[in-house]
């Protein structure tokens, strides 16, 4: 039932700065502002790392054909970002420093460390500093909505009953299973050695589980995947979840049973399952605080976007490479 808010600026951005204009200015070493937003310029390392971003949160899709539409977003969005927060320094907002922190060290985390994250900045023309600057905008933008916004915000009960009495098939959860895993990586092209090693190390770990040890044990000292830590508890998820193979495998066992090893195109897996939720219409208390997380987000981000357009309005909004304004101050009354 979760959303993550989608803040969307009435620009026409899109349609006065192409992404085939950047290839058109003039050369220019390192990081060249692309964009004027009230006399603060965005890069064009930030939209790189924005198109990033997006590509990501579409599951990577990020080949030469959506390449022009993701720099279109991602123009939309530094501009939206860049308007929100200078309107969190007008209102005396700050940026978490804290958050900020936890921030950068995550990605660094992310990228292997901090000289493998200027390395890959400087790829297209960043460097450390000015990434933190991209951060702190982003953090401007958090802290705006959490200290003028979010506080406007209410969702009554009655609000939450008659959405879901209007959304029914919403509410129609198909089955599901709990399982644990044990995960060792194996690429997809791997030679045949690496193959049978791979295979022959998780038939293993599948037989030790077979003999009574702890599966929850097992995976922490074995498992390659994230969830290791855990115990190798994924949770509960649904056929469409999963691939194919490791979804069939997992809803033909009963709960308490070990699959056999299962191929995937991550690598090779051993699941136990541990608990089934048959397919059910779930019942109103049970997603009462759900549906009103959903609607709490819904308005936030209307009152988000109503905020931007404003902002927009008053704005001068110039594109550096072609040297024409996007969006000029009105007229004087």
Do not use: W
């Not at 219409?281 to 997380?293: A, M, N, S, W």
């Amino acid at each position: 039932m979760k959303r993550h808010i989608s803040f969307v600026i009435m620009l026409a951005v899109a349609a006065v700065v192409p992404a085939t204009a950047f290839a058109q200015a003039p050369p220019q070493e390192g990081n060249p502002a692309v964009l004027d937003v009230n006399g603060e310029k965005i890069h064009a390392g930030e939209i790189t790392i924005t198109m990033r971003n997006i590509a990501a949160q579409m599951g990577g899709q990020t080949d030469a054909e959506n390449q022009e539409a993701l720099a279109q977003m991602a123009m939309q969005r530094m501009v939206e970002q860049k308007l929100l927060a200078q309107e969190a320094r007008r209102t005396g907002i700050e940026a978490s420093q804290e958050r900020l922190a936890e921030m950068i060290r995550g990605v660094e985390q992310q990228a292997g460390g901090r000289e493998a994250l200027a390395s890959d900045l400087a790829s297209f023309g960043m460097n450390l500093d000015e990434m933190t600057v991209y951060f702190r905008e982003m953090e401007l933008t958090r802290s705006l909505i959490e200290h003028q916004i979010s506080p406007t915000i209410q969702v009554s009960d009655e609000e939450v009953t008659t959405f879901y009495d209007e959304n029914p098939k919403l509410f129609d959860a198909a089955e599901q299973v709990r399982a644990r895993e044990i995960f060792f990586r194996l690429p997809l092209h791997a030679d045949a050695d690496a193959v049978k090693e791979t295979r022959a190390k998780a038939e293993d770990a599948r037989q030790r589980a077979l003999a009574g040890e702890d599966f929850a044990e097992l995976a922490r000292e074995l498992s390659e995947a994230p969830s290791a830590p855990d115990g190798g508890d994924l949770g509960f998820f649904t056929r469409e979840q999963a691939p194919p193979q490791y979804a069939n495998a997992a809803f033909s066992t009963d709960p308490g049973g070990i699959t056999p090893v299962v191929r995937t195109n991550a690598g090779c897996h051993v699941i136990k399952v541990e608990e089934k939720r048959p397919a059910r219409h779930l019942p109103l208390d049970e997603v009462f605080e759900q549906v009103r997380t959903l609607l709490y987000q819904q308005k936030t981000g209307e009152a988000v976007s109503e905020l931007v357009k404003a902002l927009a309005a008053k704005a001068t909004i110039v594109n550096l490479v072609t040297g024409q304004p996007v969006v000029s101050q009105p007229p004087p009354q």
